[in-house]
């Protein structure tokens, strides 16, 4: 029998994996979870629609590139099938106007041992985003007896999931940036809402960013589902924007994190790394001192990148200086030219969602000590 689907952390031997696509791509029109999503000065506020043709080709061209590089170090690539993304959608509790995209899977995917789970995403434009990956997850459950193939709780996403006036464009960095310190986010606690890509998973320890795109209850939900994990909450407060833990907070390999230092993890959240001897080093810094046109996310997708196995990463071609600091950390440094495809959802991490990766799910901080960033700590004990 065919074991298809296991990985239980970003950096063991890397066999299987998903590719995003670009086709039909929208802006998706504001709702309340994107509204503070998107910068201020950022030139989608106010623009929805079908993203032009060419930057679509262009973005599935580095797509491609990636894919080449995959299937050249022996990894399987899938893909998922786009569905027409400028479809309104509804359910019960809300109507939007569109979809957005299956270019980030990251986002919706998340891989546990041999489950994989669609998230509990706060965006109303991605709520179906999880069908472009069903004929994979019937796939693999059709070859992989093991698989387990799983919805997290649906959010209703209706208006209370929210806080509204929430967004503010006259609201200054500086009182985004307490807002965001203070864990004050655009969701509100009435139901558990996740994005895969806000999840960090070492074997047994879960660290999950609660920022504008993950809440506490979703925080409090994981530890229940897996409670032979353990579920930390850590966030950054230097991030104006605090949405998926993957450029911000980025295992290399067991013992070492490469940590956006714009946005460093509070000390009191390092005790479990610190006494367990781990690495925490400030990132380099990006090539470019603006994404490009038309994304959504920071010049920060240069730490975005794809470990292949402990000693070999992949990393964005105009990102020179995390190349050489990769180097200097002793990775073997594959560079992929995908720049295009970041205002699609993001960069070489999100554009994947892993399905196997070889290895077990090991015990990683095994030095217990008081953790401020345990969900539950009265589920274990320090010592
Ligand atoms: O820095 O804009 C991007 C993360 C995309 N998954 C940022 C976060």
């Given at each position: 029998m065919?074991?298809?689907?296991?990985?239980?952390?970003?950096?063991?031997p890397l066999k299987r994996v998903i590719v995003g696509r670009c086709d039909n791509s929208v802006i998706p029109p504001e709702e309340p979870a994107t509204s503070e999503k998107v910068p201020v000065d950022s030139e989608m506020r106010g623009m929805w629609g079908l993203r032009p043709l060419a930057t679509v080709e262009r973005g599935n061209e580095c797509l491609e590139n990636l894919v080449?590089?995959?299937?050249?170090?022996?990894?399987?690539?899938?893909?998922?099938?786009?569905?027409?993304?400028?479809?309104?959608?509804?359910?019960p509790d809300f109507r939007n106007d569109s979809m957005m995209t299956c270019m980030p899977p990251r986002d919706i995917l998340l891989t546990i041992g041999s489950e994989i789970m669609a998230a509990a995403n706060s965006f109303r434009c991605r709520y179906f985003e999880y069908l472009a990956y069903w004929p994979l997850m019937?796939?693999?459950?059709?070859?992989?007896?093991?698989?387990?193939?799983?919805?997290?709780?649906?959010?209703r996403l209706t208006d209370k999931s929210y806080k509204h006036n929430y967004y503010d464009e006259k609201i200054s960095l500086e009182e985004r940036l307490i807002r965001t310190a203070n864990k004050d986010f655009v969701t509100t606690e009435i139901e558990p809402m996740w994005d895969a890509a806000d999840v960090m998973r070492m074997g047994k320890d879960l660290f999950i960013q609660h920022g504008l795109t993950t809440n506490r209850a979703a925080m409090d939900w994981f530890q229940r589902y897996y409670p032979e994990y353990r579920v930390h909450a850590v966030n950054f407060p230097g991030d104006p924007y605090p949405i998926h833990i993957d450029a911000t907070f980025v295992p290399?390999?067991?013992?070492?994190?490469?940590n956006n230092p714009v946005r460093p993890l509070?000390?009191?959240?390092?005790?479990?790394?610190d006494a367990n001897d781990?690495?925490?080093?400030?990132?380099?810094?990006?090539?470019?001192t603006e994404p490009p046109?038309?994304?959504?996310?920071?010049?920060w997708l240069s730490m975005n990148c794809l470990v292949l196995d402990p000693k070999t990463v992949i990393v964005e071609a105009s990102e020179v200086y995390q190349q050489e600091q990769m180097d200097k950390l002793g990775m073997n440094v594959i560079p992929c030219d995908l720049r295009d495809a970041y205002p699609f959802g993001g960069g070489l991490h999100c554009s994947t969602?892993?399905?196997?990766?070889?290895?077990?799910?090991?015990?990683?901080?095994?030095?217990?000590v008081k953790d401020p960033t345990l969900v539950r700590p009265e589920m274990w004990p320090e010592g």
């Amino acid at each position: 029998m065919t074991k298809i689907v296991n990985s239980w952390n970003d950096w063991d031997p890397l066999k299987r994996v998903i590719v995003g696509r670009c086709d039909n791509s929208v802006i998706p029109p504001e709702e309340p979870a994107t509204s503070e999503k998107v910068p201020v000065d950022s030139e989608m506020r106010g623009m929805w629609g079908l993203r032009p043709l060419a930057t679509v080709e262009r973005g599935n061209e580095c797509l491609e590139n990636l894919v080449k590089i995959l299937e050249d170090h022996g990894v399987i690539v899938d893909r998922p099938t786009p569905l027409q993304w400028n479809q309104a959608i509804g359910t019960p509790d809300f109507r939007n106007d569109s979809m957005m995209t299956c270019m980030p899977p990251r986002d919706i995917l998340l891989t546990i041992g041999s489950e994989i789970m669609a998230a509990a995403n706060s965006f109303r434009c991605r709520y179906f985003e999880y069908l472009a990956y069903w004929p994979l997850m019937k796939e693999y459950f059709d070859e992989d007896p093991s698989f387990k193939w799983t919805q997290a709780p649906r959010p209703r996403l209706t208006d209370k999931s929210y806080k509204h006036n929430y967004y503010d464009e006259k609201i200054s960095l500086e009182e985004r940036l307490i807002r965001t310190a203070n864990k004050d986010f655009v969701t509100t606690e009435i139901e558990p809402m996740w994005d895969a890509a806000d999840v960090m998973r070492m074997g047994k320890d879960l660290f999950i960013q609660h920022g504008l795109t993950t809440n506490r209850a979703a925080m409090d939900w994981f530890q229940r589902y897996y409670p032979e994990y353990r579920v930390h909450a850590v966030n950054f407060p230097g991030d104006p924007y605090p949405i998926h833990i993957d450029a911000t907070f980025v295992p290399l390999r067991p013992g070492l994190i490469i940590n956006n230092p714009v946005r460093p993890l509070p000390e009191e959240q390092r005790a479990i790394f610190d006494a367990n001897d781990w690495q925490i080093v400030d990132a380099a810094q990006p090539a470019h001192t603006e994404p490009p046109a038309l994304c959504y996310s920071s010049v920060w997708l240069s730490m975005n990148c794809l470990v292949l196995d402990p000693k070999t990463v992949i990393v964005e071609a105009s990102e020179v200086y995390q190349q050489e600091q990769m180097d200097k950390l002793g990775m073997n440094v594959i560079p992929c030219d995908l720049r295009d495809a970041y205002p699609f959802g993001g960069g070489l991490h999100c554009s994947t969602a892993d399905v196997y990766r070889e290895g077990t799910c090991e015990d990683y901080f095994p030095n217990r000590v008081k953790d401020p960033t345990l969900v539950r700590p009265e589920m274990w004990p320090e010592g």
